[in-house]
């Protein structure tokens, strides 16, 4: 008789071929994830992946929390693993209800058997009513419902015998390091942690930058940040952040040219120096936080004008959503307290006071035509600090 | 961080190294129990006495009305919960300002829990009490008035003696709870003089460590423990006295009661140095001083218009300067200084307002130096 994880997922049966790439990411980020809870054997059978602590003392409700962050996870369930035998599949099944009852106080169950081994002699349908019947017997307090049980006892019969009675829900997705390579331009808002979240779920490996005005914002700003790096990294395996001084720049930008396009200079000039992290790092594309209107810079006119000056794609993958739905997510992934408390945006000498809804391209070329560009950029890629962030499971 | 210029003093203040050496030694040396029977317990004993008969000397009052606590916060906790319960069957009436420390200003929010009427008076243009309209609303059910001696954020310093013998006028039977946080060690307080029924002290605001401050409870005031247990401090604050701490506060109270003039003069001084560059450089309107006139010269509040004070803050950190905001600020919620807003400062007065706070450890080139910083930063942050 074993504890162990069952791991379901369900998208990488889509990937055909690369099936085998897919499900061996997944098991290292696994592995990854579990890292510190105890030594585990991981392996991988019948579309399943089975995680067996080797201690007793094994703390499975902490590896079944952070096994539901793994992205490409679609469901979880802990399980006892045991013999492929009629008198041990019902003892311990029976043993398990006893639990259940006595933890929760449910009152009603089913029962639901698949037997993938059919050299098992009884018929999924005979197991469900036999074991039902039993426990109705030792447990006279319960009830049969097979519409709405308060709990189900699934019994799967395959080689060995696995019995659970919970599926947890897990975040889904593809698992990381499977789909390229993202820059995200982290502002420590709302929107930008849930951007990168949702490139990250499908695959990506994300790298962070962040865009840092002291003394104009706070060191605290930055510490927000990192601190937002340190959550996203529970789902992302790690990020590497990349802190650009830009303090020098918005000062320019506020000198010379015309107040109501400082925001949209300001974000072209941050997208340049987004894409030259994103190529040096060997990144696919640039995420940004922005959905159309939320700000005046977030216009289509201001998209477009921000979108000219890279090259790069710019995944954009909270553009049509509402705050409020940004807002759940957020609050899900645990982003959301970090990123309302008040240390950033302080800094009002750099917001335009009648920021410009439709700019254009032109305009925004002629005024920042004065700038020293390329030093500008330079001094900022040079003054760059990179840390990695781990996974703070 | 060698040449750091600390101007934020009323926030917390750096030990006097003798405090840390008489710390270290009495960590190392004197570790006991004071309520142990054994030898270690009796040395620590000895301490605590001593210590007891420093602070109380300070004050101009009797040792056993010293009682020691974890700092401000529990004393004037301790202070308005202990004395409101104690008096609950007299009467339910609290009163206290609206310029107070939120240590006091949410034991009062609290205690309207517990059924009590907790009134709070509003303040004049220079951040005082405005008496007359405090003491009309004292009536027979007051059972505790409670107000802070020098304003944390402005540094006005409330006429306390003329208060006090309005409100004993007007209910004789009324405790006084004065918060003397940011007055003691820096204004002469001689509880002899001044009829005060308790007051709050804390060690860390005069070179002490932080975690220790003491309660002054005159004799035979009727005022109720909130932490119970093994009895300690003459069964009205239970908890192990942390002796090492409590040595520390008294050792800092000495010295700096032995130079509380010199001190005092000290950051007059600076005071006036700061203000006579601000003014040769901005002029009027250029800037606005925010403390009152006759206030307490160790606190300064100043601003200047449009401009954010957490900006400036943060250039004058760049700078190594450190002062304080009087309000935290983001642009979401802009969130005003109580007591500014208590004293119907305009917004861009309480907005842009920082707090300079000297102690005796600041030099003259030191206030130099910080004015020459804020003539540079001030014109480059200012927003259109």
Known sequence: ?393 | MADIIYFDNSATTKVYPEVMNEMNRIYSSVFGNPSSLHRLGNEAEKILTESREIIAETLRVSPNEIFFTSGGTESNNWAIKGIARANKKRGKHIITSAAEHPSVLECFNYLISEGFSAEISGTDQSGLLDIESFIEKINDDTVLASFILVNNETGAIQKAEELIAAIRAKNKKTAIHIDAVQAYGKIPLNLKKLDADIVSISAHKIHGPKGCGALYIKENTRIIPILHGGGQENKYRSGTENVPAIWGFATAAKIIHENIEINRNKVKRLKSIVISELDKYFGSGGYFVNSPEDSYEGILNISFPNVKAQVLMQHLEAESIIVSTGSACSSRKNVQSHVLTAMNLPRERTEGAIRISFSGMNTEDEALRFTEALKSIVPKIRYR
């Open chain 1, 1 to 393: 008789m074993d504890k162990l994880i069952l791991v379901r997922y369900e998208e990488i049966f889509l990937k055909g071929l690369n099936r085998p790439v897919f499900e061996g990411q997944l098991i290292k980020n696994i592995k990854q994830v579990l890292n510190g809870l105890g030594q585990v054997k991981v392996s991988k059978a019948q579309n399943r992946i089975y995680v067996a602590p080797e201690s007793e003392s094994y703390d499975i409700d902490e590896a079944v929390l952070r096994l539901t962050k793994v992205f490409g996870i679609a469901s979880v369930s802990p399980a006892l693993k045991i013999e492929t035998d009629k008198q041990s599949i019902f003892d311990n099944a029976v043993q398990i209800a006893k639990d259940i009852v006595k933890r929760k106080q449910y009152k009603t169950f089913k029962v639901e058997t698949r037997r993938a081994d059919k050299t098992f002699p009884m018929a999924s349908m005979d197991v469900s009513r036999e074991l039902g019947a039993l426990v109705l017997r030792e447990i006279p307090q319960l009830k049969v419902d097979v519409n709405n049980p308060d709990f189900v006892l699934y019994v799967e019969i395959r080689e060995f015998t696995y019995i659970y009675s919970e599926i947890i829900p897990a975040v889904k997705g593809l698992p990381v390091g499977t789909n390229g390579r993202a820059t995200l331009l982290l502002s420590g808002g709302i929107d930008s942690p849930v951007a990168g979240w949702m490139i990250a779920k499908r695959g990506v490996v994300i790298e962070a930058v962040h865009f840092y005005s002291y003394p104009y914002t706070s060191e605290r700003a930055k510490d927000k940040v990192i601190s937002l790096c340190k959550t996203l990294s529970r789902y992302t395996l790690g990020l590497k952040l990349h802190i650009v001084p830009f303090t020098e720049i918005q000062c320019e930008i506020n000198e010379k040219c015309p107040n109501e396009y400082l925001t949209i200079i300001m974000r072209r000039y941050m997208m340049r120096i987004a894409e030259k992290i994103a190529e040096r790092n060997g990144s696919l594309g640039l995420v940004t936080g922005e959905s159309i209107g939320q700000v005046a810079s977030q216009t289509m006119e201001s998209l477009a004008v921000t979108d000219s000056v890279v090259r790069m794609p710019v995944y954009r993958p909270l553009i049509g959503m509402d705050k409020s739905e940004v807002v759940n997510i957020a609050q899900k992934i645990e982003t959301y307290d970090i990123s309302i408390l008040p240390y950033e945006d302080c800094c009002t000498v750099f917001v335009a006071k009648h920021p410009v809804t439709k700019p254009t391209i032109e305009k925004a070329e002629r005024y920042e035509s004065v700038l020293d560009m390329e030093k500008l950029i330079q001094n900022a890629l040079d003054g760059t600090d990179t840390i990695y962030i781990g996974p703070s499971v």
